[in-house]
């Protein structure tokens, strides 16, 4: 690509040793266990989020809390989202301020306090303060650690690391389930504390080990420490070659974004004050309302009450279910984050979408039999459909969904937008938690026929109104939702400039040209297949819409703090 505002015009790809693996080079491998110590904050947000739903499959945590109603078992598991939604204002500019390393550590330290404290409670109030606690480290730690991962971890490997985050989530669950299914034998209120205070083994993990990850390099840029950044990038990614032509690469995209930054400073007020980023925000919308309101993910939280509704009433076999069900999520969770850079962002989207729609109907139709005839078999039926909508959505939707929000944001806005999309993700989360149980108890399977509604105009919206990124970098990402025409003073059509990247060295046939015809918006957009990337001329440059180097994405946090 032509030069821009930070783009260098080479792409780093050229710079890779295919050779060169994880399962073949120590030090690569130790980068990526170190990758996979920062996904356990996923895990510890999945334990927290998911493991309410085992803890009210336990009969001693209904007796301690005095039978609580629907109302206010809303109330005490939404509070975990009361603090991650808080949380989320100043998440960015702490990690910003002390580091990545830093932040993750103290986000670690709230959930440990809030696991002690929930597993201490003595009344309903102490039990939502503490999930308030533990939801604000959580959101502290999900948003550090997406954002180190991309920042430290191979190029070649980024991609899949940061799209396994949200399955991650799901070993988490995992975790709360079984352990929550072993402490069902205890005949006391031991059988729901031990699983609150498990909340706290993969926060004690990760804070022993943080200290052993590296710090970003881009942070330490970023404070003036480039000597401390050009070292880590050279012991990890070149084998302690300072010289080597990928570190090169790296530090200049990296200090020409640093530069950028410094130079056009940005707030929350800039999200709005333009047409492009409020069409960026109203997708954002839009794509977190559909990953949690599409009907599949109403079983995450209320399992136990919907699995008693349908005849599942034996407690352990609702906790062996839920256990389960997180196994299977996290299975297919990293299929697809394997399949997230083989297909194109639409066409994840509409085909999950169009699936979980097909198995929501069949949960309604299923649940609704056994309601009027009480057949068994129906629901059984409920539960097998419950397994395969999930599939679905973690096959398709859930992979990608942060990620493109991540793609169509400039990097000078990025975090800021991450970070409203999680206020945007929190809201749903406590509507979700205070509204789903009163629902259930009071309309029962017609509750159901709301999200498949919303699950149809959900597929009306993604194919009107989402474009496709796929197959592009960052930097050609924003030209998909930047009218060049209206950009320019010619309106026109974009054109294919990969003059200068050819200049030093590249093949022609790695960069196909487009279509003289080919305008950003137009038919080329809604099509679910993206076999070309997308070719730009300077003056889309000049308006200012390339303003991120591809590889030191900040916001390339993917799939980050969903639930």
């Known amino acids: 690509m032509a030069g821009g505002p930070i783009s260098n015009g080479v792409d780093y790809t050229a710079f890779l040793d295919p050779s060169k693996k994880w399962y073949n080079n120590t030090r690569l491998a130790l980068l990526t266990f170190y990758c996979i110590i920062l996904l356990l904050g996923s895990s510890t947000l999945g334990y927290n989020e998911l493991g309410s739903s085992a803890l009210q499959s336990i009969t001693y945590w209904h007796i301690y809390f005095n039978f609580p109603s629907p109302a206010r078992i809303g109330w005490m598991i939404s509070m975990i989202n009361v603090g991650l939604f808080v949380s989320t204002v100043f998440a960015s500019p702490i990690c910003d301020r002390i580091g990545r390393r830093w932040t993750i550590l103290i986000g670690n330290l709230f959930v440990i306090i809030g696991s002690a404290v929930q597993a201490s409670s003595q009344n309903v109030g102490m039990f939502m303060g503490a999930r308030v606690i533990a939801g604000a480290g959580s959101g502290w730690m999900t ?39 072993g402490t069902s034998y205890i005949s006391n209120d031991w059988a729901w504390r031990i699983p609150s205070a498990c909340q706290a083994i993969t926060p004690l993990m990760q804070m022993v080990m943080i200290f052993f990850v590296p ?106 279910i839920s256990a389960m069900l997180s196994t299977s999520n996290l299975f297919f969770g990293i299929i697809g984050a394997k399949l997230s850079g083989r297909f194109s962002r639409r066409s994840m989207f509409m085909s999950s979408l169009t699936a979980v729609m097909l198995f929501v109907i069949l949960e309604t139709v299923t649940y609704a039999v056994y309601s009027y ?12 459909f419950v397994f395969l909508g999930f599939a679905a959505l973690n096959v398709g939707y859930a992979p990608i969904a942060f990620t493109y929000i991540i ?157």
Request: aromatic share 12%; hydrophobic share 45%.
């Open 143 to 181: 948003t550090a650690s997406p954002i180190l991962i991309s920042e430290i971890a191979y190029p070649s490997y980024r991609p899949m690391l940061a799209s396994a985050y949200l399955p991650c989530m799901y070993f988490g669950a995992i975790l709360a389930s079984w352990i929550t299914f």
């Open 215 to 320: 710090e970003s390099p881009r942070w330490l840029v970023m404070n003036g420490r480039e000597e401390e950044a050009l070292a880590i990038l050279a012991y990890y990614h070149a084998d302690g070659n300072t010289e080597d032509p990928l570190i090169t690469h790296e530090m200049d995209e990296i200090k020409r974004a640093v530069e950028f930054e410094a130079l056009n400073p940005t707030s929350y007020l800039s999200l709005f004050t333009t047409w492009r980023m409020i069409r960026r925000l109203l997708r954002v919308c839009l794509i977190i309302i559909l990953f949690q309101w599409t009907g599949v993910t109403l079983a995450a939280f209320y399992l136990s009450v919907i699995l008693f509704q349908v005849g599942v009433t034996n407690v352990r076999t609702q906790l062996i």
């Open 407 to 563: 793609e169509i944001f400039p990097l000078a806005t990025r975090s800021k937008a991450f970070n409203i999309a999680h206020g945007i993700l929190g809201i749903t989360l406590i509507f979700n938690a205070e509204v789903n149980p009163i629902a259930l108890d009071a309309i029962g399977w017609k509750y159901f026929l709301v999200y498949i509604v919303v699950c149809a105009l959900g597929i009306v919206g993604v194919y009107f109104f989402i474009k496709e990124t796929w197959g592009l970098t960052l930097e050609e990402a924003g030209v998909v939702y930047d009218n060049i025409a209206a950009s320019t003073d010619s309106g026109s059509d974009i054109k294919d400039s990969r003059t200068e990247s050819r200049a030093v060295g590249q093949d022609d046939k790695t960069h196909p040209t487009v279509d003289d015809k080919t305008v950003v918006g137009e038919s080329r957009s809604r099509r679910f297949w993206r076999r070309k990337p997308l070719q730009v001329d300077s003056k889309a440059e000049e308006a200012g819409i390339f303003d991120e180097p591809e590889i030191n994405a900040r916001g390339a946090q993917s799939t980050v703090n969903a639930a």
């Open 373 to 384: 005839t009480g057949t068994q078999a129906a629901g059984y039926a409920f539960v097998v």
